[in-house]
C-alpha cells in the first residue's frame, strides 16, 4: 500500500505516512501505483518518468544520425569542395612542394588521356616524367619555399572564346562545361627571401566532367 499523498510505501497497520505524515486512507492508497512505475525514493512527490519507447528512440537517434550527416557534407562542402580557385591552389601547392599528385590535379583526366596515346607512355610513366620535370624546375630555388598569393577578379569567358578552346584542342576534351580567366599575383620566398614574383597574371581555368583544371595551354 502507498501513500495516496506522496507515493511513499506504508507498512501495514501505520495510520500516518512516515514521509509526509498524512493520514492514511486504507481505500486510496491500496490503488495509489496502478499505471506507475514504483516512486523515486528522492525528492518529495517526484514521480519516475516511463522509458522512451523504440518507435520514439528510433526517431530520435534517426535525427541525430541526419544532423551529423549534414555537419560533414557542410564540412566538406566548405572545404574540400572544388571550385574554379581549386586548380589555382593545386598550382601554388606544386611552387611550395613540387607535389606530383597536385601537378596532376591541374592537368584534365581527358588530356592526359590522350597524352597516354600520343607517348605511348601509361599513367605512372607520364607522373614520373612529371616529377623529373618539376624537380629540374626549381633546382635553383634549394630551400625552404613559402608562396604567398592572392587569387583576384575572375572574367567568365564568353561563348565564342569557349568554342575557340575546344577547338584549339581539336575536341579531344569535349564539351567544356565552364571556363574564366582569373587574376593570379603571387611572391615566392626561398629560406625567408623573395625569390620570384608576378602580378595581376592571368590564368585560365576550365570545368570539365563537373571538375576545374588549368586550361593545358597555359602550363
Same mark, same amino acid.
Given at each position: ?40 525514493? !528522492? ?19 534517426? &535525427? ?19 571550385? @574554379? ?6 598550382? &601554388? ?13 591541374? *592537368?584534365?583526366?581527358? @588530356? ?5 596515346? &600520343? ?21 635553383? @630555388? ?31 576534351? =569535349? ?22 614574383? !608576378? ?6 581555368? *576550365? ?9 593545358? =595551354?597555359?602550363?
Amino acid at each position: 500500500m502507498f501513500c495516496s499523498h506522496c507515493g511513499q510505501e506504508l507498512k501495514e497497520g501505520g495510520k500516518f505516512c512516515p514521509r509526509c505524515g498524512a493520514p492514511v486512507d486504507p481505500a486510496a492508497g491500496a490503488g495509489f501505483s496502478t499505471g506507475y512505475q514504483k516512486m523515486n525514493p !528522492g525528492p518529495q512527490g517526484a514521480v519516475m518518468k516511463k522509458g522512451v519507447s523504440p518507435a520514439v528512440a528510433a526517431v530520435i537517434i534517426g &535525427v541525430i544520425l541526419v544532423c551529423i550527416a549534414g555537419a560533414v557534407f557542410m564540412a566538406y562542402f566548405l572545404f574540400f569542395r572544388n571550385t @574554379y580557385k581549386t586548380p589555382i591552389k593545386n598550382l &601554388v601547392k606544386v611552387m611550395e612542394d613540387q607535389d606530383t599528385d597536385a601537378a596532376l590535379a591541374l *592537368i584534365p583526366e581527358r @588530356y592526359l588521356k590522350v597524352m597516354e596515346g &600520343v607517348t605511348g607512355m601509361d599513367s605512372d610513366e607520364l607522373a614520373d616524367m612529371l616529377e623529373d620535370e618539376l624537380i629540374s624546375g626549381f633546382d635553383e @630555388y634549394t630551400g625552404d619555399i613559402k608562396v604567398d598569393y592572392d587569387i583576384g577578379d575572375a572574367r567568365d569567358l564568353t561563348d565564342s572564346e569557349v568554342q575557340s578552346l575546344e577547338s584549339d584542342y581539336m575536341g579531344y576534351l =569535349g564539351d567544356i562545361e565552364d571556363a574564366k580567366e582569373v587574376e593570379f599575383s603571387y611572391e615566392m620566398y626561398v629560406d625567408g627571401e623573395l625569390r620570384d614574383s !608576378g602580378e595581376d597574371e592571368q590564368l585560365t581555368v *576550365i570545368k570539365l566532367d563537373g571538375k576545374w583544371y588549368l586550361n593545358p =595551354g597555359d602550363m
